[in-house]
């Protein structure tokens, strides 16, 4: 069965620091991998998405991630983290053969000026 | 329209009462979903549409619950005899389609709506 595991309920870092948010995946096949961000009271946007090629993954507003095979893993990072990034991030998975994501529980991020 | 719309955006209603939520997508994604989400619990999949037709309603929780899609456009979620556990942000999204074996499209999501029994 699918799974995503983001270990940490909360990370917090200081403006300027670089960041990463944990995400490891089980899936029986090759995996479809996401990153998606919910701001208050708004939907889920999507960040970025890993389907094949390159392992390290360029999203929107400065964010990537690096799929990693064998450690099932596709953390999310950014060099210099800005306040305006405090939000809950959503790891997501999906086996190419299927039409819905398993989310992860969400990771709270809060970034301190 | 531009972006996916739920309706209400917030609903507090009585438990035992029935309340109806309310998606409208991006005009032309034929493929809808709903999730839930509860706190702490993450996404939890509902309901997938592919136009007018559910083939996959595995993750609604119980027989309260019931969602349809008319036009290939509007779907409302309905629940019936309201619970306390039933409380959670109800996500809706949409997308272009689903096509097995291709890498598919991302879904855009809406700003959901938060559902409150008291």
């Known amino acids: 069965a699918q799974s995503v595991a983001q270990p940490e309920d909360q990370v917090n870092v200081a403006e300027g620091n670089p960041l990463t948010v944990k995400c490891t995946y089980s899936v029986s096949g090759n995996p479809y991998l996401f990153w998606y961000v919910q701001y208050p009271n708004r939907g889920l946007q999507f960040l970025l998405k890993y389907i094949t090629g390159d392992n390290l993954v360029k999203g929107s507003y400065g964010f990537e991630a690096e799929f990693n095979k064998s450690q099932t893993s596709f953390h999310l990072k950014k060099p210099s983290a800005l306040v305006s990034d405090s939000a809950l991030y959503f790891c997501a998975v999906r086996d190419m053969g299927a039409y819905k994501y398993i989310f992860g529980t969400g990771t709270r991020l809060k970034v301190l000026a | 329209g531009a972006g996916v719309s739920q309706s209400p955006s917030n609903k507090v209603t009585e438990k035992g009462k029935d309340v109806e939520l309310r998606c409208d997508p991006i005009?032309?994604?034929?493929?809808l979903y709903w999730y839930r989400q509860s706190l702490g619990q993450g996404l939890e999949f509902l309901i997938y549409f592919q136009g007018n037709s559910a083939p996959d309603k595995s993750g609604l929780p119980s027989d309260r619950f019931s969602a349809e899609r008319t036009g290939g456009s509007v779907s409302t979620l309905t629940i019936q005899r309201t619970q306390q556990e039933d409380s959670a942000v109800y996500l809706c999204a949409s997308s272009l389609g689903f096509r097995a074996g291709a890498s598919n499209y991302g879904y855009t999501f809406g700003s959901g709506t938060r559902l409150t029994v008291v």
């Open positions: 005009s032309g994604h034929t493929a």
